[in-house]
């Protein structure tokens, strides 16, 4: 257990909608980052955010948003959905004054299922 | 553009049979490199981080390397439970020595540990 957790665990929902995933860091942490892992794309860097704000941004797409509550916790919406929004979303977190020679500790992960 | 190549994809061992797992990197300047192991539908778990050519760092069964070009994730007398994906990933210096957390991850080799 890496203490960083999602929820919800899974997600089935239809295309054009939207969706929030939830995510806490481990306590302490002041980093969280974002990840999308499908099977052709394997484990992509969507976006970083330190102590409430955004620090760094991956290929995110303008559908998908974040944000870093001031309790540290971040929540990833994503709107208008499309079958390739598919996949394994991933919340990672680290001590973070930088992101820079941190360890990521990742969580369990949402499967998200666009039908 | 960072980029990080595994392989083989996939590897096949004998319970005892020793091998070793490859990471291939270009990165502009290298922060970090991390190896993470990843059971199915699971977040992938740390393993280590290595900063410099030269280093290496050993966990049980495991010890990985690093050169300035690759690293490598040694595994000595494998057990099945050592049956995982294992993933390599680099943290590079952003621009004006700006370092980001952002993680490039390869795709990825799976191994299977045969008793």
């Known amino acids: 257990d890496s203490g960083v957790t999602q929820t919800p665990k899974h997600l089935i929902t239809a295309t054009g909608q939207r969706v929030t995933l939830r995510c806490s860091p481990r306590?302490?942490?002041?980093?969280v980052y974002w990840y999308q892992q499908s099977l052709d794309q394997g484990l992509q860097f969507l976006i970083q955010?330190?102590?409430?704000?955004?620090?760094a941004k991956g290929n995110i797409l303008e559908r998908f948003s974040a944000q870093q509550f001031p309790d540290l916790h971040s929540e990833l919406n994503l709107s208008s959905l499309e079958l390739g929004d598919s996949a394994l979303y991933f919340c990672?977190?680290?001590?973070?004054?930088?992101?820079?020679?941190?360890?990521?500790?990742f969580g369990p992960g949402t499967r998200l299922l666009v039908l | 553009e960072d980029q990080v190549t595994q392989s083989p994809e996939a590897l096949r061992l004998q319970e005892g049979e020793s091998s070793s797992l490859n990471c291939s990197y270009t990165?502009?300047?290298?922060?970090?490199l991390f190896w993470y192991r990843q059971d199915p539908g699971k977040g992938p778990e740390f393993l280590f981080t290595?900063?410099?050519a030269g280093e290496e760092k050993e966990k049980e069964r495991l010890k990985a390397t690093l050169t300035k070009k690759e690293s490598f994730l040694h595994i000595t007398a494998p057990k099945p439970e050592d049956s995982a994906t294992y993933l390599c990933?680099?943290?590079?210096?952003?621009?004006?020595?700006?370092?980001?957390?952002?993680?490039?991850f390869g795709q990825g080799t799976i191994l299977t540990v045969h008793p």
């Open positions: 306590s302490g942490d002041l980093s």
């Open positions: 955010y330190y102590n409430g704000e955004e620090r």
């Open positions: 290595l900063y410099s």
């Open positions: 990933a680099v943290q590079a210096l952003g621009a004006g020595g700006t370092s980001y957390g952002k993680l490039t």
């Open positions: 990672a977190s680290s001590v973070g004054t930088s992101g820079s020679w941190e360890t990521q500790y």
């Open positions: 990165v502009s300047g290298l922060r970090g």
